[in-house]
């Protein structure tokens, strides 16, 4: 198992950013974000492959979040834009050996690897 660190969360008010970091040791690795709010399921909310070069997005976040990944720092960025109260939750960094496709990278059981979660509040 791989020990995955995650950064950047906080408290910040409707409209303004956040960048979490994620690092996860070693290049090829399937790299997936997802949140949970209290009292609701854990959801997908953004992935990149294992080469990079697909990125992916749950559909209320489209144009606001951005997925990134630096290849020599071994971390990968979530860039949280134009942040809602409804962004509210616990984000967690996952990592997976797979590859996988558009629809499995959503899929919290295809990840092996987890960090603990940071915080994103957002207030109106």
């Known amino acids: 198992q791989v020990r995955l660190f995650e950064s950047g969360g906080g408290l910040v008010q409707a409209g303004n950013s956040l960048n979490l970091s994620c690092v996860v040791p070693?290049?090829?690795?399937?790299v997936g974000w997802f949140r949970q709010a209290p009292g609701k399921e854990r959801e997908f909310v953004s992935g990149?492959?294992?080469?990079?070069?697909?990125?992916y997005y749950r559909d209320s976040v489209k144009g606001r979040f951005f997925i990134s990944r630096d290849s020599v720092k071994n971390t990968v960025y979530l860039q949280m834009n134009s942040l809602e109260p409804e962004d509210t939750a616990v984000y967690y960094c996952a990592a997976s050996r797979a590859k996988m496709t558009r629809i499995s990278i959503r899929a919290p059981k295809q990840y092996e690897n987890w960090g603990q979660g940071t915080q994103v509040t957002v207030s109106s």
């Open positions: 990149i492959g294992w080469n990079s070069e697909n990125t």
């Open positions: 070693g290049r090829t690795f399937t």
